[in-house]
C-alpha cells in the first residue's frame, strides 16, 4: 500500500510570509504528528492529531499550528516566517493507538527554507 | 523533557568492522524504538523494544533494551556500505516520541 505523502517537497519563503504543509497518511491510520528537524536540534515534536483532534502538542511558538481533516489528511501551517523555522518538517502516521509500541511510519519530508 | 543522549555523535568505520551505538536517558521509557534516516528521505523504524532487559536481533544488528527501561544500544556485525545513515533512538511519551540526538554513521567500503 501506498505510502505517507508530503507535499511540497521543497519550499521557499522570505520572512514574514506563511506556509502551509500536507501530509497524507497511510490509509487506515487515523494519527498524523508532525516533527521539525534542524541539524543542531534534531527532531522536535510539534503536534499529533487523532481523528481531527489535538492530542499533544510540543514546546513551539502559536505560529506553529495544524489541523486533521475527517479522512485522516493533516495540514501544518506556519505564519510569521522566521529564519529560524528553516528545517526538514516530517510527518508521520500512524494506526493511533496509546500504546508505547506504537510504530510510526514516515514521510519524506518537507524542507522548507526561510530567506 | 525526556532528553535521549545518543553517542557516539558520529561515526565513520570501514566495512567489516563492528560498532555500536548508545542512547542514554535519565527518564523510564515504556519501550523504545530504532530508526534509520538516509538523506532526503524520512526515518525507517528498526525495531521496538518494550520489556527492560530485552534483546532483538535484525540479521547483522542486535539491539538491547537496559534492564531499568532507560537506556538501549545497537550493536552492528560486520558493517556494510549500506548501513551508512543516521540512527536514531526515541522513547514513548503521551502520543509522542522523543527523539535522541541522532548517531551519524559512515561505513567505508
Known amino acids: 500500500k501506498a505510502g505517507v505523502t508530503q507535499t511540497p517537497r521543497y519550499l521557499i519563503k522570505t520572512r514574514g510570509q506563511q506556509v502551509t504543509l500536507s501530509c497524507s497518511p497511510i490509509s487506515g491510520h487515523r494519527s498524523v504528528s508532525w516533527y521539525q528537524q534542524t541539524p543542531g536540534q534534531g527532531l522536535q515534536f510539534l503536534f499529533e492529531y487523532f481523528s481531527e483532534t489535538q492530542r499533544n502538542k510540543g514546546n513551539f511558538p502559536g505560529r506553529f499550528s495544524g489541523r486533521q481533516f475527517s479522512n485522516s489528511r493533516s495540514e501544518m501551517n506556519v505564519s510569521t516566517l522566521e529564519l529560524g523555522d528553516s528545517a526538514l518538517y516530517l510527518c508521520a502516521s500512524s494506526l493511533g493507538g496509546t500504546h508505547g509500541a506504537e510504530k510510526l511510519f514516515f514521510g519524506s519530508g518537507t524542507q522548507l527554507s526561510v530567506l | 523533557t525526556q532528553l535521549l543522549e545518543q553517542s557516539p555523535q558520529f561515526l565513520s568505520i570501514q566495512e567489516g568492522e563492528n560498532l555500536t551505538v548508545y542512547c542514554n536517558s535519565s527518564s523510564v521509557f515504556s519501550s523504545l524504538q530504532w530508526y534509520r534516516q538516509e538523506p532526503g528521505e524520512g526515518p525507517v523504524l528498526l525495531v521496538t523494544?518494550?520489556?527492560?532487559?530485552e534483546v532483538k536481533k535484525l540479521k547483522r544488528l542486535t539491539f538491547q533494551f537496559g534492564d531499568a527501561r532507560k537506556d538501549s544500544s545497537l550493536h552492528i556485525t560486520a558493517a556494510q556500505p549500506g548501513d551508512t545513515g543516521l540512527y536514531l533512538c526515541a522513547g514513548a511519551g503521551a502520543y509522542q516520541f522523543y527523539f535522541g540526538t541522532g548517531t551519524s554513521l559512515t561505513v567505508i567500503p
Open positions: 523494544v518494550v520489556t527492560g532487559g
